[in-house]
């Protein structure tokens, strides 16, 4: 699968000019609103049922069947080095595995006022609250082994993302700080990057050469180490960070913003299947420069990109490297607002919409993501409950996870989001989660795991089952 469609991406992007190109991929590549909206009783993986946890026994999750899951590390859970699980569990990738004994670096999105959970050697501000935990997981065995924090003193730390040198690169949501402007009751400013090694270690030093804007995920091209960087703003712009020396992001290099020549704004009005050529990347003279959320005339990172002609997106989350690809998506982007997917081919120096929305019926929010080894895509949903009025009546979807084929031209659900407690639950309070996003989804290097957290009221899953059925 994966050699077909390098094969298939190079003849159809020969020759690209710089405007957009008429596609002729048809159903090989884009996923039309009659296509789509199948149930997802039709998923090779067959229709979803309330599954139980091994951990537990509450039926947290709708699953195909066949498949099973264990949780782990509840927010408030004692961790392995004596503190609290913190909560608000978001993006998760495995930085290290050592004869199957896999390393997760897990963030978690906390944001306002509050004390920093790890050591204060690896803590940037101490009145800030978020930060990473280090969870351990045994492949062969599986079960989750230990879990430890590995750094803190952060502000809503998002998607985040590995990089293939075995690091965890966090990514700060927000541009708060000290500034008048902002918020003076912390004392360091907000919305950089930071750096976790699998040591456990996490460098509390910013690195502010990537930019400061309100950072959602990043994935780095192996080739070169340069790292893509989105932003998840209403406004927003997909980036590239080339460090001047390789694996070595603390050595400083540059921020660069996509233009797409022609296409000033990609946010919606997007040919189905659209492939756009000759892309361009223009220089952030000043990537220390925050965007004010107060006032309108702070040029930000943001608008340093736009006045030199940036491509302008609607909400950039997940992004993930695959096969010589960045795939990402524009979370409120499309006619629908509901969603599209894109992929930026870096050899061929392309832009495919690989997949829109039509309606939040299909697919509402995409968040997160990641490429399995078959090479099909899992999408987080970050939507709450759609309410949805069909031909049989009114239908409520909760958050869910979908299965997305680049390659076969469908989209299915794979799981939903079934949390419900009928009491507390280890110090967690009674109630109706089913609402709460789903986060950090990857799959485990073998295949055989997949890695997810719901964020609220947080807690981290690992889903196995008979992936061959379907590209999962």
């Known amino acids: 699968m994966k050699s077909n469609r390098r094969n298939f991406m190079t003849s159809a992007a020969a020759g690209i000019s710089s405007a957009a190109i008429a596609s002729t991929l048809g159903n090989f590549n884009y996923v039309s609103a009659a296509q789509v909206t199948k149930s997802d009783t039709q998923s090779p993986y067959g229709p979803l049922k309330p599954t139980k946890d091994l951990t537990t026994g509450l039926p947290l999750l709708k699953l195909p069947a066949g498949f099973s899951y264990l949780t782990y590390g509840w927010t408030g859970q004692l961790m392995s080095d004596g503190r609290k699980t913190p909560g608000a569990h978001d993006g998760t990738g495995i930085i290290a595995n050592k004869d199957g004994i896999l390393t997760l670096c897990r963030n978690h999105e906390l944001g306002g006022l509050g004390n920093s959970f790890a050591d204060s050697l690896n803590t940037y501000d101490g009145k800030a609250p978020g930060g990473t935990t280090h969870v351990l997981f045994d492949s062969g065995e599986g079960k989750f082994v230990s879990s430890h924090a590995s750094l803190s003193g952060t502000v809503r730390n998002c998607a985040g993302g590995v990089t293939p040198w075995g690091t965890w690169l966090t990514c700060e949501e927000t541009v708060t700080g000290p500034e008048a402007t902002s918020d003076p009751r912390y004392p360091s400013t907000h919305g950089w990057i930071f750096e976790v090694p699998a040591n456990g270690q996490g460098d509390p030093r910013p690195l502010k050469a990537m930019g400061r804007f309100v950072h959602e995920a990043i994935a780095v091209d192996p080739e070169t180490s340069y790292v893509y960087e989105t932003e998840d703003r209403g406004t927003s712009g997909l980036y590239r960070f ?38 361009e990347w223009v220089k952030i003279d000043d990537p220390e420069l925050p965007h004010s959320p107060r006032t309108d005339n702070s040029l930000g990172v943001y608008m340093q990109g736009r006045k030199k002609g940036g491509t302008n997106f609607n909400r950039l989350e997940g992004i993930w490297y695959y096969d010589g690809s960045m795939f990402f998506d524009s979370t409120s982007g499309g006619n629908a607002k509901a969603g599209q997917i894109w992929e930026l081919n870096i050899a061929e120096n392309t832009l495919r919409l690989v997949f829109e929305s039509p309606s939040k019926q299909v697919l509402n929010m995409p968040d997160n993501l990641a490429v399995s080894a078959r090479g099909g895509l899992i999408v987080c949903e ?16 909760f958050p869910r996870l979908h299965a997305l084929s680049p390659e076969k031209s469908e989209i299915h659900v794979f799981a939903e989001n079934n949390a419900i407690l009928e009491k507390s639950y280890d110090g967690i309070k009674a109630g109706d989660y089913r609402s709460s996003e789903w986060t950090g989804a990857h799959f485990s290097p073998d295949g055989q795991w997949l890695f997810a957290n719901i964020q609220t009221p947080g807690f981290t899953v690992a889903i196995t089952g008979p992936w061959g059925k379907g590209y999962l």
């Open 382 to 397: 970050d939507c709450g409950v759609t309410t949805i009025q069909t031909p049989e009546g009114l239908k409520r979807y």
């Open 242 to 279: 080339r460090p001047n020396t390789r694996e070595k992001l603390h050595d400083g290099g540059t921020l660069e913003m996509l233009r797409v020549p022609g296409h000033p704004d990609l946010s919606k009005n997007v040919k189905p299947g659209a492939v756009y050529g000759d892309l």
